[in-house]
C-alpha cells in the first residue's frame, strides 16, 4: 500500500475524468473529510483517512482491500475502472461511454450503428462478483 | 334381679326396725342372701321364666299401648302406673316372699300366682303359660296397691330440688313406715296370698308414681312404697304389674277398681300382642285406643318374639315411665334412655328369668353369682333379650315400672341416704323376690331393674312390682326412643349388666313363682328407675361405690334379699351409670374434643403470633446487621417466609440471608476488584506509561507507592505532542497529495485553479439564500433604500450648471483665429458662369458625373472659376498623387494577399492570369495616364481602367458566366444519374 505516483494519479484521472470530468476534484477534495487514492497490488483504493490509519497496522502481505476498490493498473499500466467505483462515480456520472453520436443523431441513427464506446462493463460486476475488490 | 334381691329383703320387711335401720346394712344382707340365691335357682326358673317373660312382655306391650295413650296425658299414666303398681308390687312382694323361703316355696307361689293369672289372664295363660297367669293377678292386684299408693305420693312431690333431703325425709316420714309396715305384713301375707299385698302395693305404686311424678317426692314415696313393698308385698309385684298394665290399657287414670284392672289388664295383655306392632300403631293406640287394649295386648302375645314388639313393648314402656314420671320430660327420657339399656341388658337377664323365674329370688343371688360369668347373655341374649324385653316390657305395668323407679330411688336414697334408705333397700330387695324373674331378665342388663328389684323387695313386692312396671314402662319408653342408641350401650351395659345380670337371674328364680307378673314389672320399673332417677342416676353414679358395698355387705349379709338389694342398686347404678356414663362419657369425649380443638386452635394462634413475632425478630438482626441492599433482601425472603410458622425456617432464612449478605458483598468486592483489575489503567499506557509501569514494577505492589496519573502529566503531554506532530505529519503528507493530485487533475482538465474557487463561490452563492429581500412596505429595508433625493438634487444642479454651462457660450481661445480672405467674389465669379450652366442638373449627377462634367469645363475655365477645395494645390496634387508608378503587385491593397496565391496551386495558376489582368489593367491605366493623364477624380482617372480590370479580379474568370452554364448541365446530368441509380435500387430490392 502506497501513494499514487504523479505518473498513475494522472492516468487514473485521465479515466476517471473521462466519467466525471471535472468532478473529480471533488473526490480528491471532500468536505466531508480527507479522502486519498492508494495503491495496492496493482489496484487503486479510494480510502479514508480514518480507515487508511488503521489499515497502516496491517502488512502488505496480509491487507487484502481497504476502502473501495476503483479500479486496477494493467501490467501496461493502464488504468481499468472496476464496478466497484460506481458507487463513487454515479453522482458526478456524465456517463459510462464515449458518446460517437450526439443525441440528434441517436434518434435516428442505424440500429446497428455504434452509439457510445466502450468504457464500463456494468456486466462487469455479475461477472466478477467473486473477484471484484 | 335387683327384685330378686328386694326378694330377700322382705326378710328386711318382716322386720319393719331394719327398714328404717336398714340403709347400708340392708345391702350387706340383701347381696349375702341374693348370692346363693342366684346360683341356685337360675337353671331351673329358666324355663318358666321364658314363658313368664314373653307373657310379660306381651302384656307389657299392651299396657305400654295403653300407657302411650297415656302419654299424651302425664296424669293418666301415672294413674296407671300407680294402679298398676300396686299388684305388681303384691306380687313381687309374693315372689320375694317365696324366693326367701325356698324355690320350691317360690314355685309354689308361682303356680298360685299362675292359677291366679290365669283367672286373670285366661288369654295370656293359654298362650303364654304361667308367666302371663302370674303376671295377670298382680296386674289385678296392682291396681288396688296404685290406689293406694296415690294417696301417698301426691303430698311428697312438693320439692323436687331437695330429692336426697326429702328422700332422708320421706324416708323417714311416717307415711313410708306405715307404708312399709303395711308392705310387710302385705309382702308377708301376699307372698302366699297376692291380693292383699296388691292394695297396699297399689297404694305403694300411686305413691312411687306421684314420686316419680316429682323426683324428690318419688324418693319419699318410693321409698314409702318399698318399705312397703319390702315389708308386705313380696310376691305381689307381678300381679301389681299386671294390673299396673291393665290399669293404664283399661282405665289409667282410674286406679280404683284392681279386679276390674286385672281383668282389664289380661285382656290388654291379650290385646297386647297386636299393639306391638309399631311405634305408629302403639301411638294411634294411644291416642284413640286407650279403651280398647285387648286386642293390643293380643298383638303384643303375638308378635312377642318380634323386636318390633320389644319396640313397641319399649314404646309402651316408655309411656308408662312418662306417665309415671310425666312431670319432668327430662326424666322421663332419662328413663326412657335407660329403660333400653335396661332392655339391652334385660333380655338376656330375661332369658336367664325365664329359667330361674321361680328361683328368682334365690336365684337372684345366685345369679349375680352365675350371671355375671353368664355375660354372655349380651351375645345370645341380645335378640332374645330384646323380646325378652319387649314381653317383660309387655308384662311390666306403668305400675311396676312406678315401683322399680321408686326401688331405684330407695335404692340410691338408701345407698347414699343411709339406714333409712337401706331399710328401703331392703324393702326393695324384698321387693325384688317378689317380681324377680320380670326385673331381672329385663333389668339384669340395666341397674334400673336391680332397682327394681330392690325396691319390690322393699316392704310391699307388688308395689315394687308395679313401681317396677312403671319403671320398666318408663324404661320401654327410653327403650323405644333410644332403642338404636341402646343398642350400642347395650354392650356397655352388658357389662354393668352382666354383674346384674347374675342379680336378675337370681331375681329371675325369685321371679319365677311371681313369674309373669313380676318379669315385665321389673324391666319397667327399671326403666322408671332410671327415668325418674335420671337426676338421681346421675347422684347414683357416684352412689355407685354404695351399691358395690352393699353387695359387699351382702354376701356378709344374712338376708339374701339384702344382700340382692345392694347389687341391684349397684346394678342400677352401673345400668343407670352406664347410660348415664356413656352419655357422659359422649359428652366428655365431645368436650374433651372441643377443648382439643380450643387448644389446638389457640396453639395455632399463639404459633401465629409467634412465629410472626418471631420471624420479625429473626429478621431484624439480619437488617441490623447488614446494608439497606441486604436488608431490602432480607425483608423480602422474609415476606415470602412468613406463611412459614417453624423457627427453623427462619433461622435458615437468616443463615441464608446472611450467607447470601456475605456472599454478596463478596462477590460484589471480588466483581469490583476484578473489574478494577482487568480495567485499563491510562497511566500505564503510552512511553510514559511505560514508564511509569517500570517504577511500579520496581515498587512492586505496594499500595502506598502506586503510579497514579499524577505523575504522568508533563511526560503524556509530550506523547501527545509526539502524536500531534506525527498527525499533523500524516496530515500534511494527506495535504500534500491532495495539491499533487489537484496539479495532475489541472494538468489533466486543463482547468485553472479557479474552479474549486468558483465552487467556493458557488457555496456562497448557495449561501445567498439567505439574503433579505426587499419589501418596500417595511420600515426596516428603509435602510435597503438608495437616498434618490441627493443624486437628484445634484443632478438638477448638475442639469442646471450643465444647462448654464451649456447657455455660457465656451471660451474660444483668441490665440486660434482664422483670417478669412476677402475675394471670395472673385473665385464665385469664374466658377459662377459654369455653374450657371450647369445648374440644371448639377445635383443630379453623379460627382464624377460632375467631376466629368465639370472636368471639361474646368480645365475650359480654369481660368475664370476654380472651386475646389484644392484649388490653389491642384497642381501641386496633380503632381503627387497621381503619378503613375510601377509598383510591385503584392504592394497593392486589391491585389492577393500572398498567403492565398501559396494556399492552393490552383489560385497560382489563376494568378498569373489576374496577375497579368492586373498587369493589363495597371497598363491601360498607365497607357491612360500617358494618354489622359488631365482629369482624375478621387484617385481615379476618367475611363480609368482599373475599375474595368478590378471586378475581375474579384470574380472568377470561369466561375461568371460558364459556372452558370455548367450548372445547368450539371443539374442534368445529376438528375439523369440520380433517376438511373433509383431504378437500379428498385430493380434490386424487388428481386
Known amino acids: 500500500m502506497r501513494p499514487l505516483t504523479e505518473e498513475e494519479t494522472s492516468t487514473l484521472f485521465q479515466k476517471l475524468s473521462?466519467?466525471?470530468?471535472?468532478?473529480?476534484?471533488?473526490?480528491?477534495?471532500?468536505?466531508?473529510?480527507?479522502?486519498?487514492?492508494?495503491?495496492?497490488?496493482?489496484?487503486?483504493?479510494?480510502?479514508?483517512?480514518?480507515?487508511?490509519?488503521?489499515?497502516?497496522?496491517?502488512?502488505?502481505?496480509?491487507?487484502?482491500?481497504?476502502?473501495t476498490c476503483f479500479g486496477k493498473f494493467t501490467k501496461t499500466q493502464k488504468f481499468r475502472l472496476h464496478i466497484t467505483a460506481l458507487d463513487y462515480l454515479a453522482p458526478y456520472a456524465k456517463g459510462f461511454g464515449v458518446a460517437a453520436k450526439s443525441t440528434q443523431d441517436c434518434r435516428k441513427v442505424d440500429p446497428m450503428a455504434i452509439v457510445v464506446f466502450h468504457q464500463a462493463d456494468i456486466g462487469e460486476y455479475v461477472r466478477h462478483e467473486d473477484t471484484l475488490i | 334381679?335387683?327384685?330378686?334381691?328386694?326378694?330377700?329383703?322382705?326378710?328386711?320387711?318382716?322386720?319393719?326396725?331394719?327398714?328404717?335401720?336398714?340403709?347400708?346394712?340392708?345391702?350387706?344382707?340383701?347381696?349375702?342372701?341374693?348370692?346363693?340365691?342366684?346360683?341356685?335357682?337360675?337353671?331351673?326358673?329358666?324355663?318358666?321364666?321364658?314363658?313368664?317373660?314373653?307373657?310379660?312382655?306381651?302384656?307389657?306391650?299392651?299396657?305400654?299401648?295403653?300407657?302411650?295413650?297415656?302419654?299424651?296425658?302425664?296424669?293418666?299414666?301415672?294413674?296407671?302406673?300407680?294402679?298398676?303398681?300396686?299388684?305388681?308390687?303384691?306380687?313381687?312382694?309374693?315372689?320375694?316372699?317365696?324366693?326367701?323361703?325356698?324355690?320350691?316355696?317360690?314355685?309354689?307361689?308361682?303356680?298360685?300366682?299362675?292359677?291366679?293369672?290365669?283367672?286373670?289372664?285366661?288369654?295370656?295363660?293359654?298362650?303364654?303359660?304361667?308367666s302371663f297367669e302370674v303376671v295377670g293377678v298382680d296386674f289385678q292386684l296392682n291396681p288396688v296397691r296404685s290406689g293406694l299408693k296415690q294417696k301417698s305420693p301426691q303430698a311428697p312431690r312438693s320439692g323436687n330440688a331437695t330429692r336426697l333431703a326429702e328422700d332422708d325425709q320421706e324416708y323417714d316420714s311416717g307415711d313410708t313406715d306405715e307404708i312399709i309396715a303395711g308392705g310387710r305384713n302385705g309382702g308377708q301375707s301376699k307372698d302366699k296370698q297376692t291380693i292383699l299385698p296388691k292394695d297396699k302395693s297399689k297404694q305403694k305404686e300411686?305413691?312411687?308414681?306421684?314420686?316419680?311424678?316429682?323426683?324428690?317426692?318419688?324418693?319419699?314415696?318410693?321409698?314409702?312404697?318399698?318399705?312397703?313393698?319390702?315389708?308386705?308385698?313380696?310376691?305381689?309385684?307381678?300381679?301389681?304389674?299386671?294390673?299396673?298394665?291393665?290399669?293404664?290399657?283399661?282405665?289409667?287414670?282410674?286406679?280404683?277398681?284392681?279386679?276390674?284392672?286385672?281383668?282389664?289388664?289380661?285382656?290388654?295383655?291379650?290385646?297386647?300382642?297386636?299393639?306391638?306392632?309399631?311405634?305408629?300403631?302403639?301411638?294411634?293406640?294411644?291416642?284413640?285406643?286407650?279403651?280398647?287394649?285387648?286386642?293390643?295386648?293380643?298383638?303384643?302375645?303375638?308378635?312377642?318374639?318380634?323386636?318390633?314388639?320389644?319396640?313397641?313393648?319399649?314404646?309402651?314402656?316408655?309411656?308408662?315411665?312418662?306417665?309415671?314420671?310425666?312431670?319432668?320430660?327430662?326424666?322421663?327420657?332419662?328413663?326412657?334412655?335407660?329403660?333400653?339399656?335396661?332392655?339391652?341388658?334385660?333380655?338376656?337377664?330375661?332369658?336367664?328369668?325365664?329359667?330361674s323365674k321361680f328361683q328368682a329370688f334365690r336365684g337372684m343371688g345366685a345369679l349375680y353369682g352365675g350371671e355375671k360369668p353368664k355375660k354372655p347373655f349380651k351375645h345370645s341374649g341380645i335378640t332374645t333379650q330384646v323380646?325378652?324385653?319387649?314381653?317383660?316390657?309387655?308384662?311390666?305395668?306403668?305400675?311396676?315400672?312406678?315401683?322399680?323407679?321408686?326401688?331405684?330411688?330407695?335404692?340410691?336414697?338408701?345407698?347414699?341416704?343411709?339406714?333409712?334408705?337401706?331399710?328401703?333397700?331392703?324393702?326393695?330387695?324384698?321387693s325384688l323376690p317378689h317380681c324377680p324373674g320380670k326385673l331381672p331378665r329385663r333389668q339384669p342388663a340395666s341397674g334400673d331393674q336391680r332397682g327394681a328389684v330392690q325396691s319390690p323387695s322393699s316392704s310391699s313386692e307388688c308395689e315394687s312390682a308395679s313401681l317396677s312396671s312403671l319403671s320398666s314402662f318408663g324404661a320401654k319408653k327410653p327403650l323405644s326412643l333410644n332403642a338404636k342408641t341402646c343398642r350400642t350401650d347395650l354392650g356397655s351395659d352388658d357389662g354393668l349388666g352382666t354383674t346384674e345380670l347374675g342379680d336378675p337371674k337370681g331375681e329371675g328364680s325369685d321371679s319365677i313363682p311371681l313369674g309373669p307378673s313380676a318379669g315385665p314389672e321389673p324391666e319397667r320399673e327399671p326403666a322408671v328407675l332410671k327415668t325418674q332417677f335420671k337426676k338421681p342416676l346421675q347422684l347414683s353414679v357416684g352412689r355407685d361405690g354404695a351399691p358395690s358395698r352393699v353387695q359387699g355387705k351382702g354376701p356378709?349379709?344374712?338376708?339374701?334379699?339384702?344382700?340382692?338389694?345392694?347389687?341391684?342398686?349397684?346394678?342400677?347404678?352401673?345400668?343407670?351409670?352406664?347410660?348415664?356414663?356413656?352419655?357422659?362419657?359422649?359428652?366428655?369425649?365431645?368436650?374433651?374434643?372441643?377443648?382439643?380443638?380450643?387448644?389446638?386452635?389457640?396453639?395455632?394462634?399463639?404459633?401465629?403470633a409467634l412465629s410472626s413475632l418471631d420471624s420479625h425478630p429473626a429478621n431484624k438482626p439480619s437488617h441490623i446487621l447488614f446494608g439497606s441492599d441486604s436488608e431490602d433482601e432480607t425483608e423480602e425472603k422474609?415476606?415470602?417466609?412468613?406463611?412459614?410458622?417453624?423457627?427453623?425456617?427462619?433461622?435458615?432464612?437468616?443463615?441464608?440471608?446472611?450467607?447470601?449478605l456475605f456472599e454478596s458483598s463478596e462477590d460484589e468486592e471480588q466483581e469490583t476488584d476484578d473489574e478494577a483489575r482487568f480495567q485499563i489503567k491510562p497511566q500505564f499506557e503510552g512511553k510514559a506509561g511505560k514508564k511509569l509501569m517500570s517504577l511500579q514494577s520496581h515498587f512492586g505492589a505496594d499500595d502506598r507507592f502506586r503510579m497514579d496519573a499524577r505523575f504522568l502529566e508533563s511526560e503524556s503531554e509530550e506523547e501527545e505532542e509526539e502524536i500531534k506532530e506525527a498527525e499533523t505529519a500524516e496530515e500534511e503528507e494527506l495535504i500534500a497529495e491532495k495539491k499533487k493530485n489537484m496539479e495532475v487533475i489541472k494538468n489533466i482538465l486543463h482547468v485553472s485553479h479557479r474552479a474549486p474557487k468558483l465552487s467556493k463561490e458557488e457555496?456562497?452563492?448557495?449561501?445567498?439564500?439567505?439574503?433579505?429581500?426587499?419589501?418596500?412596505?417595511?420600515?426596516?429595508?428603509?435602510?435597503?433604500?438608495?437616498?434618490?433625493?441627493?443624486?437628484?438634487?445634484?443632478?438638477?444642479?448638475?442639469?442646471?450648471?450643465?444647462?448654464?454651462?451649456?447657455?455660457?457660450?465656451?471660451?474660444?481661445?483668441?490665440?486660434?483665429y482664422h483670417s478669412i480672405a476677402a475675394d471670395l467674389k472673385e473665385r464665385f465669379r469664374a466658377t459662377t458662369p459654369a455653374l450657371g450652366t450647369g445648374a440644371a442638373g448639377p445635383w443630379n449627377e453623379t460627382p464624377e458625373e460632375t467631376e466629368t462634367a465639370t472636368a471639361p469645363g474646368a480645365p475650359e475655365g480654369l481660368g475664370e472659376f476654380t472651386f475646389s477645395f484644392f484649388g490653389p494645390d491642384v497642381s501641386e496634387v496633380k503632381q503627387e498623387p497621381y503619378k503613375t508608378e510601377a509598383r510591385p503587385p503584392g504592394r497593392m491593397a486589391w491585389q492577393r494577399d500572398p498567403r492565398f496565391q501559396d494556399s492552393s496551386s490552383e489560385e497560382d495558376e489563376e494568378e498569373p492570369a489576374p496577375a497579368d489582368g492586373s498587369r493589363e489593367v495597371a497598363r491601360p491605366e498607365e497607357a491612360q495616364p500617358s494618354e489622359k493623364p488631365a482629369r482624375r477624380f478621387f484617385f481615379f482617372s476618367e475611363n480609368d481602367e482599373r475599375l474595368r480590370v478590378g471586378p475581375g479580379s474579384f470574380w472568377q474568370a470561369s466561375g461568371s458566366q460558364p459556372s452558370s452554364e455548367d450548372w445547368e448541365s450539371r443539374t442534368v446530368a445529376l438528375l439523369q444519374d440520380c433517376r438511373k441509380k433509383h431504378k437500379a435500387a428498385r430493380r434490386k430490392a424487388k428481386p
Do not use: W
Not at chain 2, 317383660?392 to 339406714?419: C, H, I, R
Not at chain 2, 374434643?593 to 394462634?605: A, P, V
Open chain 2, 1 to 130: 334381679m335387683s327384685k330378686k334381691r328386694q326378694g330377700q329383703f322382705p326378710a328386711f320387711r318382716n322386720c319393719p326396725a331394719k327398714r328404717v335401720k336398714v340403709g347400708g346394712i340392708r345391702c350387706s344382707p340383701s347381696k349375702t342372701v341374693g348370692h346363693p340365691e342366684l346360683t341356685s335357682p337360675a337353671p331351673p326358673n329358666t324355663a318358666p321364666q321364658l314363658d313368664m317373660q314373653k307373657a310379660n312382655s306381651r302384656p307389657a306391650d299392651l299396657p305400654t299401648s295403653g300407657f302411650s295413650k297415656c302419654k299424651n296425658g302425664q296424669k293418666l299414666e301415672a294413674g296407671f302406673l300407680q294402679t298398676s303398681k300396686s299388684p305388681i308390687v303384691r306380687s313381687k312382694n309374693s315372689m320375694s316372699d317365696d324366693d326367701i323361703d325356698s324355690e320350691e316355696e317360690l314355685k309354689a307361689m308361682l303356680a298360685e300366682e299362675k292359677k291366679s293369672q290365669t283367672t286373670t289372664f285366661p288369654k295370656t295363660d293359654s298362650t303364654e303359660e304361667g
Open chain 2, 556 to 608: 356378709e349379709g344374712s338376708q339374701a334379699r339384702e344382700t340382692e338389694c345392694p347389687p341391684s342398686p349397684v346394678a342400677l347404678a352401673d345400668a343407670i351409670s352406664p347410660p348415664r356414663n356413656s352419655q357422659d362419657n359422649q359428652k366428655r369425649l365431645a368436650a374433651l374434643e372441643e377443648r382439643r380443638r380450643e387448644r389446638e386452635l389457640q396453639k395455632q394462634l399463639v404459633h401465629r
Open chain 2, 763 to 816: 457555496t456562497a452563492a448557495k449561501q445567498f439564500r439567505n439574503i433579505v429581500r426587499y419589501d418596500p412596505t417595511r420600515l426596516d429595508h428603509a435602510t435597503f433604500e438608495r437616498k434618490v433625493d441627493p443624486e437628484e438634487k445634484e443632478s438638477k444642479a448638475k442639469r442646471r450648471r450643465k444647462r448654464e454651462e451649456a447657455e455660457t457660450l465656451p471660451e474660444v481661445s483668441r490665440d486660434l
Open chain 2, 206 to 355: 300411686d305413691l312411687l308414681k306421684n314420686r316419680a311424678n316429682c323426683p324428690s317426692s318419688r324418693h319419699a314415696t318410693e321409698m314409702s312404697k318399698r318399705k312397703n313393698l319390702r315389708g308386705s308385698e313380696g310376691g305381689s309385684v307381678s300381679r301389681t304389674k299386671c294390673i299396673a298394665k291393665k290399669l293404664p290399657r283399661v282405665s289409667p287414670e282410674s286406679e280404683g277398681g284392681e279386679s276390674e284392672e286385672s281383668l282389664d289388664y289380661e285382656s290388654m295383655m291379650s290385646n297386647c300382642c297386636r299393639l306391638d306392632l309399631t311405634l305408629a300403631d302403639l301411638e294411634k293406640l294411644a291416642n284413640g285406643d286407650a279403651e280398647s287394649p285387648g286386642g293390643d295386648a293380643r298383638r303384643a302375645e303375638q308378635a312377642l318374639p318380634k323386636r318390633q314388639d320389644t319396640g313397641s313393648g319399649q314404646k309402651r314402656k316408655k309411656a308408662p315411665k312418662k306417665g309415671a314420671r310425666c312431670i319432668n320430660p327430662k326424666d322421663i327420657l332419662a328413663s326412657l334412655l335407660e329403660g333400653e339399656e335396661k332392655i339391652s341388658g334385660q333380655n338376656p337377664p330375661e332369658e336367664t328369668m325365664s329359667k
Open chain 1, 18 to 67: 473521462k466519467y466525471i470530468g471535472e468532478n473529480i476534484q471533488l473526490l480528491v477534495d471532500r468536505p466531508d473529510g480527507t479522502y486519498c487514492f492508494r495503491l495496492h497490488k496493482d489496484r487503486v483504493y479510494y480510502v479514508s483517512e480514518k480507515i487508511l490509519k488503521l489499515a497502516v497496522n496491517i502488512s502488505r502481505e496480509k491487507l487484502v482491500s481497504l476502502g
Open chain 2, 387 to 430: 323380646k325378652g324385653q319387649d314381653s317383660l316390657k309387655q308384662e311390666a305395668s306403668p305400675g311396676s315400672s312406678v315401683g322399680k323407679q321408686a326401688f331405684d330411688l330407695n335404692t340410691y336414697s338408701s345407698d347414699e341416704m343411709s339406714p333409712p334408705q337401706d331399710g328401703k333397700e331392703a324393702n326393695g330387695a324384698n
Open chain 2, 638 to 660: 422474609d415476606g415470602g417466609d412468613k406463611p412459614l410458622p417453624g423457627g427453623g425456617v427462619r433461622r435458615d432464612l437468616a443463615s441464608k440471608t446472611s450467607g447470601k
